[in-house]
């Protein structure tokens, strides 16, 4: 088990699309995220977070078809730390996000994406899988006022009406 991380945010760039020796598709770009807050004093102040990221399989190659620098997504995955040498022969490293799921969360009146999961396997990176891409997004209510003003779908749990003798402790 790992320690989940959930970026919500806007791509600095467009995604860079490659391909391994082996045929898999690997794609990468960076995320903005900002978190507003009030000081003490009642000023506002705004923190920006940038992180790059990169996504495996299928999901590359969708997220290369859709995506574009400025457009809002949703991405669920892992910190890494990639570590390498540099041409003047220092170490360097970073921390960046090896994404598990990503959720395109722009408008189609906004461009040509849509909202929708794409959850790839991450044991077959190269090979298609065919999960809830494409799929329409059921349409939630959204609330303005969580996360900053951002529209964040709400996730509503049914209720189910138990009665206390049929509790078993």
């Excluded at 806007?10 to 898999?24: C, S």
């Excluded at 620098?69 to 970073?94: F, H, I, M, P, Y």
């Excluded at 349409?139 to 969580?146: C, G």
């Amino acid at each position: 088990m790992y320690n989940k991380v959930v970026m919500l945010g806007n791509l600095t760039r467009d995604i860079e699309l490659r391909y391994l020796p082996t045929g898999a598709a690997i794609s990468k770009s960076a995320i903005a995220s900002s978190y507003k807050y009030k000081t003490s004093t009642g000023e506002q102040k705004e923190e920006v977070c940038f992180l790059d990221f990169n996504i495996f399989g299928r999901s590359a190659e969708v997220a290369n078809q859709y995506l574009r620098k400025g457009s809002k997504v949703l991405l669920e995955g892992r910190l890494v730390l990639e570590q390498w040498t540099a041409q003047d022969g220092s170490s360097r490293s970073k921390h960046s996000l090896r994404v598990d799921t990503m959720k395109m969360l722009d408008s189609k009146s906004e461009g040509q994406n849509t909202s929708s999961d794409y959850q790839p396997n991450s044991q077959d990176y190269g090979q298609h899988n065919a999960t809830q891409y494409n799929q329409p997004a059921a349409k939630q209510p959204t609330n303005n006022y969580a996360n900053g003003g951002m529209n964040v779908q709400e996730h509503r749990i049914p209720e189910i009406d138990i009665d206390e003798d049929e509790i078993p402790f």
